[in-house]
């Protein structure tokens, strides 16, 4: 995004970015990812596999300061390619509880086993491998990572996920990035306006 280009972008310990549909906010935190030297089809720097060219040219451009300190180790987890990421997984001997779990457990499970990293985690819209419960869980993974010394960025359309207390909110839109605050983001407003009254909504279907 040119505004990212020109203006840079702050990021704090816990950094939520949220958007409709072609927003750029996956674009973002893959380009982070990437600039930070992660595989840009999930998991560390130690991750080799590539099946297909997804990923767009902004990490190119893209130029990262690390605070004093701060780790190299790092983590993306995009959930379009997690069974690639677990595949290539078996295929270098590392295969884990994956193959008997369901997709939100063998996430859930991928994360949880690897939560000792410290450095930046990325993930993009996790929540499509989660149910209320499991996204419950991983907001107290998320949280324990923060606490512990971790960076973590995430791209999401989940309301639940957007509600963390020490994030720092960004809202992708046709206004290029702007930050908000959790009551302001247009996607809280509209589930709550959804679960209020799910009738006003749903009349129009079909019609």
Not at 105 to 124: K, Y
Not at 141 to 165: K, W
Request: aromatic share 10%; glycine share 10%; with cysteine.
């Amino acid at each position: 995004m040119r505004q990212i280009l020109d203006e840079g972008l702050d990021l704090s310990r816990l950094t939520v970015f949220v958007g409709e549909n072609g927003t750029g906010k996956s674009t973002i935190v893959e380009a982070l990812a990437q600039a930070f030297g992660l595989n840009a089809e999930g998991g560390t720097q130690n991750a080799l596999h590539h099946t297909q060219r997804t990923e767009s040219t902004l990490a190119e451009h893209l130029q990262l300061t690390r605070g004093a300190g701060g780790s190299k180790k790092g983590v993306f987890l995009r959930a379009e390619t997690m069974h690639s990421h677990f595949a290539y997984l078996d295929s270098v001997g590392q295969s884990g509880r994956h193959n008997f779990q369901s997709h939100g457990e063998s996430f859930l499970e991928f994360v949880v086993s690897r939560s000792g990293i410290r450095g930046l985690w990325v993930f993009d819209e996790a929540e499509s491998a989660l149910s209320f419960n499991s996204s419950l869980t991983f907001l107290s993974v998320v949280t324990d990572l923060v606490h512990d010394g971790s960076q973590v960025v995430i791209s999401t359309h989940s309301p639940i996920f957007a509600s963390l207390p020490e994030a720092c909110l960004y809202e992708a839109g046709e206004w290029g990035l702007r930050r908000r605050r959790y009551d302001e983001l247009e996607l809280t407003q509209s589930w709550r306006l959804f679960l209020e009254a799910p009738e006003r909504f749903l009349r129009y279907l079909g019609s």
